[in-house]
């Protein structure tokens, strides 16, 4: 049962009266890249908090990273790496800055931040933007950077919520490859996006609906199974019935 990096069953979360999540039931395996997909209030930023140990479920299982999320949440956000397309990283603060920080928020040694650090400039060829303010980034710099910050200290699981909006198509290109490097590496990707094109590059992938999974399999199988000419044909038969 442990050996998947992610467990959920009966996954229920209610706020009042309000069921933002219901009845979720998924496993991710390690390595795998899992798209997560839905309209907006879906209900996936809901399940992602929780994923994440930002939130407990009503109730239901939940397992991630072999951690149970109602008593070892500062254990799930030891093994998880976390980037929204909001806030990720200090604007204010330089790239060499936001490195070092977040190296030692997940408690990595100095060493071994420093070791990460120079690698991290050279593969991203940020040698240049070392000393350069966040903000004065372009956002697809930014966003590249944020995400190599997320796996910075090698977790598990990386957790990825809506990560190249705004971004050009190039840059969308080069960030699903930095995606699928991660992955090969043995990190599991779960994957929210607004992009159904992107959807395509998912091993699996799960579509939400007014709080529950509709669908779940590999892109080609909804494919077939909806007689649909892509992902995208896929979900609006599914959100826009009839």
Same mark, same amino acid.
């Given at each position: 049962m442990n050996d998947q990096a992610i467990i959920v069953k009966d996954l229920v979360k209610k706020f009042g009266s309000f069921v933002a999540n219901d009845h979720l039931n998924f496993e991710v395996s390690p390595g795998e890249i899992f798209g997560f997909l839905g309209a907006n209030g879906a209900g996936k930023t809901?399940?992602?908090?929780?994923?994440?140990?930002?939130?407990?479920?009503?109730?239901?299982?939940?397992?991630?990273?072999?951690?149970?999320?109602?008593?070892?949440?500062?254990?799930i956000?030891?093994?998880?790496?976390?980037?929204?397309?909001?806030?990720?990283?200090?604007?204010?603060l330089t790239v060499k800055e936001n +490195?070092?920080?977040? &190296?030692? @928020?997940?408690?990595?040694?100095?060493n071994l931040?420093?070791?990460?650090?120079?690698?991290?400039?050279?593969k991203l060829r940020f040698r240049e933007y070392e000393n350069r303010i966040i903000g004065d980034l372009p956002l697809g710099l930014r966003q590249k950077l944020a995400f190599s910050v997320a796996v910075l200290h090698e977790p598990k699981i990386v957790f990825l919520d809506e990560p190249t909006g705004g971004v050009d198509p190039i840059t969308r290109r080069q960030f699903w490859e930095m995606i699928y490097e991660t992955a090969e590496r043995g990190i599991t990707v779960f994957v929210t996006?607004?992009?159904?094109?992107?959807?395509?590059?998912?091993?699996?992938?799960? +579509?939400?609906?007014? &709080?529950? @999974?509709?669908?779940l399999d590999t892109p080609g199988n909804l494919k077939r199974q909806y007689d649909a000419e892509s992902v995208e044909d896929v979900f609006i038969k599914i959100a826009r019935p009839g």
């Open positions: 809901t399940a992602i908090r929780i994923l994440s140990g930002l939130s407990k479920p009503t109730s239901g299982t939940v397992i991630v990273a072999g951690f149970d999320v109602y008593r070892h949440t500062e254990q956000k030891k093994n998880i790496g976390y980037m929204c397309q909001k806030f990720s990283l200090y604007e204010d +490195i070092v920080l977040y &190296g030692g @928020i997940y408690g990595m040694s100095r931040i420093r070791e990460r650090l120079g690698n991290l400039l050279e996006t607004h992009y159904m094109d992107e959807a395509e590059y998912c091993d699996r992938i799960s +579509i939400m609906n007014d &709080g529950k @999974i509709v669908a």
